[in-house]
């Protein structure tokens, strides 16, 4: 009896741990769950971030350039439909490499992130090439114009900056120009401004495209405005593009 006792009374404090361990376990259980499942939560927004990240990094790696992106304008517009109205935003981004080359985008969404997505994908489709002199000024004066907007760009001196205001210092900004003078009249709404100033730098020549075209050496060139041979043939070496 003494021995029965004893088993007996060594099983039941077992029974007692057995029967709790479940309800501490389950909840356990329960609550790694929960936490689990916010995780999961959390983990597939970040990771759905992380995924788009990855993807511009991989754009960015594979033309071999850190793109400068510049987000000008912002406005929210709307469709009239049946039954309402449908409320969206439209996007306005200026990319350049900082080396010469930029372009302008456009883009509407429901959502000003997917706008800007959208605008920022226009902008690297259309960016062209703009030859810099000293790889920090225009080789020379121009003007430009679109609708009611026009603008006017000139060569500066080195220590000037971007003497320019508005989406005009964005789009030279990311171009990678260091000095310049510029000058709107007109309008200013900022799609006008962007296309007239587009307008300005596409017509801008170098010495190098000048001579290659009419055969002949960029110190001739060069030469023609009172130089002497010495000063043309320095300025000719220094021409890059």
């Not at 916010?38 to 788009?52: A, F, P, Q, V, Y």
């Not at 994908?121 to 920090?136: D, H, I, N, T, W």
């Amino acid at each position: 009896m003494a021995d029965e006792t004893e088993i007996q009374g060594g099983e039941a404090p077992a029974v007692e741990v057995a029967a709790a361990a479940p309800e501490q376990t389950e909840g356990r259980g329960r609550g790694g769950r929960g936490r689990g499942g916010n995780d999961r939560g959390r983990g597939g927004r970040d990771g759905g971030r992380g995924r788009r990240d990855d993807r511009r990094g991989g754009n960015a790696e594979e033309g071999g350039e850190e793109l400068i992106e510049k987000l000008v304008h912002i406005n929210r517009v709307s469709k009239t439909v049946k039954g309402g109205k449908r409320f969206g935003f439209a996007a306005l981004v200026v990319v350049g490499d900082g080396k010469g080359r930029a372009g302008f985008g456009h883009g509407k969404a429901r959502e000003v992130p997917e706008a800007i997505s959208k605008a920022t994908a226009a902008a690297k489709r259309a960016m062209v090439r703009v030859p810099l002199k000293e790889g920090r000024t225009l080789h020379h004066d121009g003007d430009g114009h679109f609708g009611a907007g026009r603008v006017t760009v000139r060569t500066a001196p080195q220590g000037t900056g971007i003497i320019a205001g508005g989406p005009m210092r964005a789009v030279f900004e990311s171009l990678g120009v260091a000095d310049v003078v510029t000058k709107s009249v007109g309008t200013s709404n900022p799609y006008n401004m962007i296309r007239a100033t587009f307008a300005a730098l596409t017509e801008q020549t170098s010495p190098k495209s000048v001579a290659q075209r009419r055969g002949k050496k960029i110190a001739d060139l060069l030469g023609r405005g009172g130089a002497s041979a010495a000063e043309a043939e320095a300025d000719a070496e220094a021409v890059t593009e």
